[in-house]
């Protein structure tokens, strides 16, 4: 079964924080992808990264980071510095690698960053 | 911007009566998968065409239904309209057919209210 977690429901930071959303899937296949979408109030989903299975390194793009860890099958995005306009919900999806169609999603993280 | 475009922006309908959601892509991509999201939880995956067929469904009724046409444009249908349908609708374009390697750009969504 594919599955994706993300137990955090909200979080609020302060401007300028660091915030880490965490994201936690199952799947039994060895070939998969992960992606993180950003979903601002206008409700259009933001591509924001996408990790092959075999790929385990992190990634930085400016302000934005993510750590894969298959161990714990765990695939955290994080903000540094956050800022108001990072405020929005984000979501964690599993594909397959090969077959299938569907993009998993988690239930998703709402970020509120207060100036 | 996606270049996906979704029409129309909102919709309000009575139970029992049926609706039509339309997506098309500027960018030429062949494949497109809808989503149903219900408030304050994550997309949930309905259908993917490529080539004008049907390549993959989730768990929804046959009442709901969809079309490609021959320049990837894509229709959804829903007959028989429930309660539970109020959700936002959003349409996913990619390339290439199955496979999680195929990156989905999505549209801003149709905001469908059943009464």
């Known amino acids: 079964a594919q599955k994706v977690t993300q137990a955090q429901t909200e979080i609020s930071v302060v401007e300028k924080e660091d915030v880490t959303l965490d994201c936690v899937y199952e799947t039994r296949d060895t070939t998969y992808y992960l992606f993180w979408y950003k979903q601002p109030p206008s409700g259009e989903l933001v591509f924001l990264i996408r990790?092959?299975?075999?790929?385990?390194q992190n990634e930085i793009s400016g302000r934005y980071s993510w750590n894969f860890q298959k161990s714990t099958s765990s695939f955290n995005f994080t903000i540094t510095a956050s800022q108001v306009v990072d405020s929005a919900v984000y979501f964690c999806a599993l594909a397959h690698g090969t077959t299938g169609n569907q993009f998993y999603f988690g239930t998703g993280t709402s970020l509120t960053v207060i100036p | 911007e996606t270049g996906v475009t979704q029409s129309p922006t909102h919709l309000i309908k009575t139970r029992g009566q049926q609706v039509t959601l339309r997506c098309s892509s500027q960018s030429g991509h062949n494949t497109v998968s809808w989503y149903q999201q219900a408030l304050g939880q994550g997309p949930q995956f309905i259908f993917q065409y490529y080539r004008e067929e049907e390549n993959g469904r989730g768990n929804f009724p046959p009442r709901f239904s969809g079309l490609q046409f021959p320049n990837y444009s894509s229709e959804l249908n829903v007959n028989a309209l429930e309660l539970d349908d109020s959700a936002l609708y959003l349409c996913?374009?990619?390339?290439?057919?199955?496979?999680?390697?195929?990156?989905?750009?999505f549209g801003p969504g149709t905001r469908l209210t059943v009464l």
């Open positions: 990790r092959n299975s075999f790929d385990e």
């Open positions: 996913a374009c990619s390339l290439g057919g199955a496979g999680g390697r195929n990156e989905q750009f």
